[in-house]
C-alpha cells in the first residue's frame, strides 16, 4: 500500500510540474502580448504628440509670419492668415486644458482636431495623457508645453493689440520696430519650449524601447528556457518509452509464440473431437438406426399376428430408439456446428421447404397425438441464416411443441420486415409454467453459458439458446395455461440475406 501511495505521489508531482511549466509559459506570452501592446499604443501616442509639437510649431511661425507682415503693410489678408495660423497651437492648448479639468472627451478631440491632429491619433493621445501624467518625461513635456501656451497666449494678445492701433492709425516706425522686438522675444522663448517638448518626448520614447526590449529579453528567456526544460523531459519519456516498447515487443513476441502453441493445440484437440464425433456416428447411431428397423419391422409383425401386448412393446421400443437416433443426431450436428460452422457462409434457402421438412418427420408422432402441424409460412421467404442451426432450432422447439400437445394443432410460421426476421412455433398445447418461462428469461438476458450447459427443465431449449447465442437471435415466450405456447424467434440480418 505504502508503495502505491508513493508511486500516485510522484505520478501526481510530474503532472504538477508539467501544468506549473505551461502555465509559466502561457503567462510569460500572455505578459509578452500585453506588455507590446500597450508599449505599442503609448509608442504611437508619443508619436502623435510629436506630429502634433510639429504642426504646433508650423502654426506658431506662420502666425509670427503673417503678423510681421500684417503690421508692416497692414493688409487685412495678413491678419487673417495670422489669426487662423495661430489657432492651431490654441486649439491644442484647448485639449490640454479640457483633459486636465476633465471635461467632456468630445472637447478634448474638438481642440486636438484644431491642432490639425490625425484622427486615428486623438484616442491615443488622450489615453497617455491620462494615464501618464506622473511620468517624468511626460510630465517635462506637458510642463514646457503650458509654458508655450501661455506665450502664444501673449502672441494673441499682443496682435489684437497691434490690430486695434492699425485701425485707429496710430503705430509709427519706432512703434512697429519696438512690437518687431517683441514679436522676435516671444518667438524665441517659444522655439526654446518646442524645442524641450520634443526633446522631454524623444527621450521618452528611447527609454520606452529600451524598457521594450529588456523586458521582451526577459520574457523570451523564460519561455526558451520553459520549452528546453519542457522539450529535455519530452526527449527522455520518449527514450524511456522506446525502451518499454522495446521490451513490450519482447513480451509480445513470447505471446505470439504461446498463441500459436495454443492453437496448434486446439487444432489438435478439434481433429481429436471430430474422430470422436465420427466415432459416435459409427458407433452409436448405426444400431440405433439398427433397432429403430428392427423394431418397426417387429412392430408391423406383430400387428399381422394380432398380437397387442407384443405389438404395444415393440411400438414403445421403436418410438424410443427413434427419439433417441434423432437427440443423438441433433447432438452429433451441434458439436459439428461449434467447431466449423461459426463462420458459416449460407447461401439463400427457403424457410417454407425447413418448415416442410421438419412438418414431414414429426408429422407421424403428431398424428398419433391427434395434433395437426401446419406451414403458414409464404413458399417465397428466404433466408441466410446458417441452416443447419436453424434446422436444429426448430427441430428442438416443434419436439417440445408435440410433447406438450394433445388433439390440438401447431403453427410453423416465420415473416421478415425490412432486415428482422421472425419465426415462430405456436401450438394449442398445455401452456408453460411461469417459472419455467421467468427461468429461461433470465437465460436470454444474463447469456451464462455454464447455466446453459448444466439442464434444469431438459435439454431442448439450452441447445436452442447455446445456438441463438451464435447467431445473435433473441427469443421470446408467451403461454397461457392449458391454452398454449408460442416460442418467437427474431434474427436481424441484411437486406442483400432476405429476398421475399
Not at 314 to 337: D, E, G
Request: overall charge positive; charged content about 25%.
Amino acid at each position: 500500500m505504502k508503495k502505491i501511495l508513493n508511486v500516485l505521489f510522484f505520478r501526481n508531482l510530474k503532472q504538477t510540474r508539467t501544468i506549473t511549466l505551461f502555465l509559466i509559459i502561457v503567462i510569460s506570452c500572455s505578459m509578452l502580448i500585453l506588455l507590446n501592446f500597450y508599449t505599442i499604443k503609448t509608442l504611437s501616442a508619443t508619436r502623435a504628440y510629436v506630429n502634433g509639437e510639429s504642426q504646433y510649431s508650423k502654426g506658431h511661425k506662420s502666425a509670427v509670419t503673417s503678423l510681421i507682415s500684417y503690421l508692416f503693410t497692414e493688409e487685412e489678408i495678413y491678419w487673417m492668415d495670422f489669426k487662423r495660423n495661430l489657432d492651431i497651437p490654441l486649439g491644442d492648448a484647448t485639449a490640454r486644458i479640457a483633459i486636465q479639468s476633465n471635461l467632456d472627451i468630445n472637447v478634448v478631440k474638438k481642440g486636438f482636431r484644431a491642432g490639425k491632429n490625425h484622427e486615428e491619433d486623438l484616442d491615443d493621445m488622450i489615453w497617455i495623457f491620462k494615464n501618464c501624467q506622473s511620468f517624468s518625461f511626460f510630465k517635462k513635456a506637458v510642463g514646457e508645453w503650458e509654458k508655450g501656451d501661455y506665450l502664444n497666449i501673449q502672441l494673441y494678445k499682443m496682435g489684437y493689440e497691434i490690430h486695434s492701433n492699425i485701425i485707429r492709425k496710430k503705430l509709427d516706425n519706432v512703434d512697429k520696430n519696438t512690437y518687431l522686438s517683441k514679436i522676435s522675444i516671444l518667438t524665441h522663448k517659444i522655439n526654446i519650449n518646442q524645442d524641450a517638448f520634443s526633446n522631454s518626448f524623444g527621450d521618452g520614447t528611447r527609454k520606452i524601447r529600451n524598457y521594450l526590449i529588456y523586458t521582451n529579453v526577459f520574457f523570451i528567456l523564460i519561455i526558451i528556457s520553459s520549452v528546453s526544460f519542457y522539450y529535455s523531459k519530452m526527449i527522455r519519456k520518449l527514450v524511456y518509452s522506446k525502451h518499454r516498447l522495446t521490451s513490450q515487443k519482447k513480451q509480445f513476441k513470447q505471446i505470439i509464440k504461446d498463441l500459436e502453441k495454443t492453437k496448434e493445440d486446439l487444432s489438435t484437440g478439434i481433429i481429436q473431437h471430430k474422430k470422436i464425433i465420427g466415432t459416435i456416428s459409427h458407433d452409436i447411431r448405426s444400431p440405433l438406426k439398427y433397432i429403430q428397423l428392427i423394431s418397426k419391422h417387429l412392430e408391423k409383425e406383430t400387428l399381422k399376428n394380432k398380437d397387442l401386448v407384443s405389438n404395444k412393446y415393440a411400438s414403445s421400443i421403436s418410438k424410443s430408439s427413434s427419439q433417441l437416433y434423432n437427440f443423438t443426431k441433433t447432438l452429433i450436428q451441434y458439436s459439428k456446428i461449434y467447431m466449423e460452422d461459426r463462420s458459416y457462409v449460407q447461401k439463400p434457402y427457403s424457410i417454407h421447404s425447413l418448415f416442410e421438412n421438419k412438418k414431414d418427420f414429426f408429422e407421424e408422432i403428431a398424428l398419433s397425438k391427434e395434433t395437426i402441424i401446419r406451414n403458414t409460412t409464404s413458399k417465397s421467404l428466404q433466408s441466410t441464416v446458417n441452416i443447419r442451426i436453424m434446422s436444429i432450432i426448430i427441430h428442438n422447439l416443434l419436439d417440445n411443441a408435440i410433447k406438450n400437445t394433445s388433439k390440438g394443432s401447431i403453427e410453423l410460421g416465420a415473416k421478415s420486415v425490412g432486415a428482422k426476421t421472425t419465426f415462430w412455433v405456436k401450438d394449442t398445447g398445455i401452456g408453460m409454467n411461469q417459472d419455467i418461462m421467468d427461468y429461461y428469461a433470465n437465460l436470454i438476458k444474463n447469456k451464462d453459458p455454464e447455466k446453459l450447459i448444466l439442464s434444469t427443465y431438459g435439454i431442448g431449449l439450452h441447445l436452442v439458446l447455446e445456438l441463438l447465442i451464435i447467431i445473435k437471435g433473441q427469443m421470446f415466450f408467451s403461454s397461457i395455461p392449458n391454452n398454449g405456447t408460442t416460442i418467437t424467434i427474431e434474427i436481424n440480418q441484411s437486406k442483400k440475406q432476405i429476398t421475399n
